[in-house]
């Protein structure tokens, strides 16, 4: 008989949701009206300064409607700035502002924290065996994907 608590798809999207809102409570009690996808943009912002607006979109694997209005939500709060690029007036460059590399960096310690955390009690060997299965289960559904594709 299936066990549902066995599917790869509902045990890793039971489990990224718990994860998900629990970083955002470590954030919300840091202080912060920041939330995970506006930290992890800032992250792959800061990491790739000039990043356009469809590459962290697929960084995000999040739609571009709604990764223009993340953007335009983090403008507003002073966290980026968006310059299109002179050559292609499609493409949109993000960068960080001073704020916005100060909030990484505040943000940055309560993520190393929140990680700590939920990694508690897990022997080493046992990550490092989570990752590349992990890492494996995307790579297979990608393949998929990309299957599909052509």
């Known amino acids: 008989m ?7 798809s509902f045990l890793t999207d039971k489990g990224g949701k718990n994860l998900s809102e629990s970083m955002n409570r ?4 840091a202080g912060s009206s920041i939330h995970r996808v506006a930290w992890t943009a800032l ?12 590459e962290l979109a697929a ?7 709604t990764m223009a209005d993340l953007a335009n939500r983090m403008i507003r709060d002073g966290l980026i700035i968006r310059e299109m690029d ?6 949109r460059h993000l960068y960080l502002t001073e704020y916005g ?9 309560i993520v190393e924290l929140f990680n700590t955390a939920a990694i ?22 990608n393949r998929d994907k990309d299957d599909e594709e052509t």
Request: a positive charge.
């Open 86 to 91: 002179p050559a292609n007036k499609k493409y």
């Open 26 to 29: 470590f954030f919300e009690r």
């Open 120 to 141: 508690e009690g897990i022997p080493e060997k046992d990550l490092e065996i989570f990752w590349k299965v992990m890492g494996k289960m995307i790579e297979n559904v």
């Open 2 to 8: 299936f066990d549902v608590n066995h599917c790869v």
């Open 59 to 65: 960084r995000l694997i999040i739609s571009e409607p």
């Open 101 to 109: 590399t100060k909030e990484y960096q505040k943000l940055l310690r």
């Open 43 to 54: 992250h792959f912002i800061q990491q790739e300064p000039g990043i356009t607006q469809k």
